[in-house]
């Protein structure tokens, strides 16, 4: 990380300047003091260029989003981390909150989780306030609630409080002014530290895969939603399912993007992440997409995800009925082919059956939150093998779905 640079080009178009006017400034007494003009620059350069020339975003109204499936190997923490990123290389001011234990999107901005010896387990158990624990990035716009090892307990942590599922609501609410945007980045589990996060968002991200294993995932994820709704009162703002890691010239997958249209049209977005492996080698490096290569189909789609998502929603409701969907799901799993596609007629035929036949060390504890506010001065307020193995996998749904509704029930009594 502490080798990423930005191209002298790419600097003038993220400042929404010319060549010609930063040539200027840097030899004029503005942005002398940073070292006048050169090819590349660090991504703390861009932070006190815009802070000296003032080009901020106007601010929207803080929205907390949270990137969660149940369903595992989904690229959650790729999308998150990119996605915040990229929101604070555009002047954003951002925090970055990493709820899995295994520390991932803290990585992914290069810090080494194992060194954070104060985290987002002292936030929500311990009660420490997230300007003391939020840790600055290579942008100054960005900032991280970094996660380790001793997130895993955290459930067992939080189960003896008073209001356990509305720790994180409030804990962000005291640095509602702080941040125009909270990108949150879970693991792939239903408890007490994704009910939280739940509870604390105003947009739920999903991404999933173009294959028909996500239709399960989501329709677990919605009855949770409905339970939430119903033993809570808790609708979130907005739903948006992202399609990542989608391949056009795979049947399998354009079939299963149009089954995820058909069934889901209200939340389902009209673009897709397309596959690419720099999602991959980028987290390899510990370097966000942007860093890494902005030029990038993979960089290029994170863009239009932003696009479709950050801006203030219209209609404050998104509630899918979960008999439709579970209707939904039941014919799609009745009517899957275990066999690989080519087993079928023609490729065509298979896929169509199988899916519509239906990352520098932390500070140590008492020195994360030192000199953390914001540079930007900008005030304006403005996503018979088979049958066993189905078998198998319906229990573990049931297994599931039965701890995320004690999850639910365990959090209405602690509010009884």
Known sequence: MENAK????????????????????????????????????????????????????????????????????????????????????????????????????????????????????DVLVKSRPVREVAVPTILDELHL?????????????????????????RALDAVVEDYDFVIMDAPPSFGLLNLNALIACHDLIVPVLPDFLSFHGLKLLFETLDDLAEDMDHRLDRIFIAINQYNPTTTIARTARGALEQHYPEHILPMVIRQCTKFAQASGEGVPIFLFDPSSKAAEDIDALIAHTRLEPKVSEAHVDTNTVAQAVGSTQSTVDPRPTGAMDTPEAGATAAMTASSPPCPAAGTGGTNLGHANPHTELDSASGQDEARTDQAARNRTHSTSQEAVSTAKESIS
């Not at 840097?26 to 006048?36: D, M, N, R």
């Not at 609630?145 to 994180?168: A, Q």
């Open 6 to 121: 930005y191209l002298r080009k790419r600097l003038v178009e993220l400042l929404d300047t010319t060549e010609e006017a930063l040539r200027d400034l840097e030899t004029s007494g503005l942005l002398a003091p940073f070292g006048g003009p050169r090819d590349s620059y660090s991504p703390a350069v861009l932070s006190s260029y815009r802070r000296a020339l003032n080009v901020y975003p106007k601010r929207q109204l803080a929205r907390r989003q949270l990137f969660l499936n149940f369903k595992g190997g989904t690229g959650k923490t790729s999308l998150s981390v990119s996605y915040a990123h990229r929101l604070a290389e555009l002047g954003h001011r951002v925090l970055l909150v990493d709820l899995d234990s295994q520390g991932h999107a803290s990585k992914c901005v290069g810090f080494e989780a194992e060194e954070c010896e104060v985290t987002l387990f």
């Open 145 to 169: 609630l970094p996660s380790n090892l001793r997130m895993s307990t955290v459930d067992l942590s939080l189960m003896p409080m008073t209001n356990r599922e509305r720790r994180m609501q």
